[in-house]
């Protein structure tokens, strides 16, 4: 969230053009609108709200075009975790831009939703935050698939502590005992 402020000023001390993908057009309209009254020096290169499906690959080739032939520095893409993400893996390829993703930190800074209190925010909570002002269309993100990645992040962990792995770096520890000092067997 606080990024996105700081990006935006760097963008007009360094004169660099950039290009908003995702959002609502309402969302869009009003971001244009903040944008054009307190950053009146930002060099907007185009914006752009995709409509709320799947694109076709013509849909995504012509995206490209539209983002490429508009000199954009860099492409904030505002359409949510892990949707972003997915879209922005797709056309690393294809955009030739620097591309971030942003979330729902757009809304948040041009004034449309409140962020969390300061305590929260520093207190790394602004997720508790959001999951209690929009239960319904957080709780799935926040605590069924978080928590699948923290289980599957639990038992990657645990891979590195198991005695077959011990027992590996025990060996490697013996092979580098009786290799002269100049070829050290090195692992991270």
């Given at each position: 969230m606080s990024m996105l402020p700081m990006l935006i000023k760097k963008a007009v001390e360094e004169n660099?053009?950039?290009?908003?993908?995702?959002?609502?057009?309402?969302?869009?309209?009003?971001?244009?609108?903040?944008?054009?009254?307190?950053?009146?020096?930002?060099?907007?290169?185009?914006?752009?709200?995709?409509?709320?499906?799947?694109?076709?690959?013509?849909?995504?080739?012509?995206?490209?075009?539209?983002?490429?032939?508009s000199g954009a520095n860099i492409v904030f893409v505002a359409l949510g975790c892990p949707k972003q993400e997915q879209w922005m893996a797709?056309?690393?390829?294809?955009?030739?831009?620097?591309?971030?993703?942003?979330?729902g930190a757009l809304p948040v800074f041009i004034g449309l939703q409140k962020r969390a209190p300061k305590w929260m925010q520093k207190g790394s909570l602004e997720w508790l935050y959001r999951l209690i002002l929009e239960p319904k269309r957080l709780f799935k993100r926040y605590m069924i698939t978080n928590s699948v990645f923290l289980w599957l992040l639990v038992l990657e962990k645990m891979k590195f502590i198991s005695p077959q792995y011990r027992a590996a770096l025990e060996d490697m520890n013996k092979i580098e005992a009786i290799k002269p000092e100049n070829e050290k067997i090195y692992i991270s």
């Open positions: 660099l053009s950039v290009y908003f993908y995702g959002g609502s057009p309402e969302l869009i309209i009003q971001a244009k609108s903040f944008l054009n009254t307190n950053y009146p020096l930002l060099n907007i290169a185009g914006i752009y709200s995709p409509p709320f499906r799947y694109l076709t690959e013509a849909e995504k080739s012509a995206v490209a075009i539209n983002i490429n032939s797709e056309m690393k390829d294809k955009v030739q831009s620097v591309m971030i993703g942003i979330g």
